[in-house]
């Protein structure tokens, strides 16, 4: 190997982790939470919105699970390493709403998790009863693609 190609190597052996040290945790992607729950995020706008889809694996009701759609905002959008976030989904098979706060990592080899909290409202046919209508959880999403 030639002097140019030692430089070449070298050179691309001292990008590649400055690279991966560098990245931001990007939200865009196809997620899977601990349950085995599937997340859809698109591409966040310049405000920081993004929308998206989820296929919850498990559900309070009995009735059939459908994909559900997803709405949220990044907090300082592009500017951050670990940028926080939240979303919500509005189930289509139930009459809960789910709230998901949570902080998007990115580990020194580049690999993403999601790091999050949520809500979930079920309804609740009086206001007597909502002492027992919201569960709360955390929930890890690793990206699968
Ligand atoms: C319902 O049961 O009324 C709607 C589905 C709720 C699914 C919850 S949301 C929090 C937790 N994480 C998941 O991936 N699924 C459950």
């Not at 859809?40 to 929308?51: D, E, R, V």
């Not at 670990?82 to 009459?95: C, E, I, N, R």
């Not at 949570?102 to 979930?120: A, M, N, R």
């Not at 959880?137 to 699968?144: D, E, K, V």
Request: charged share 15%; net charge positive.
């Amino acid at each position: 190997m030639g002097t140019l190609g030692c430089c070449l190597l070298l050179a691309l052996a001292l990008l590649v982790p400055w690279d991966a040290e560098s990245r931001k945790c990007d939200l865009q992607g196809l997620w899977r939470n601990e349950l085995g729950s599937n997340m859809t995020i698109l591409a966040t706008n310049t405000a920081g919105t993004f929308s998206g889809s989820y296929h919850t694996a498990v559900a309070a009701t009995t009735k059939q699970i459908l994909v559900s759609p997803l709405q949220g905002v990044q907090q300082h959008p592009g500017a951050k390493r670990h940028p926080t976030f939240g979303f919500t989904v509005q189930w289509q098979f139930s009459d809960s709403t789910t709230a998901f706060v949570g902080q998007c990592f990115v580990d020194h080899h580049g690999k993403e998790t999601l790091e999050t909290t949520w809500l979930l409202r079920e309804e609740v046919l009086s206001h007597k009863d909502t002492w027992k209508a919201t569960r709360v959880g955390t929930s890890i999403f690793i990206r699968i693609k």
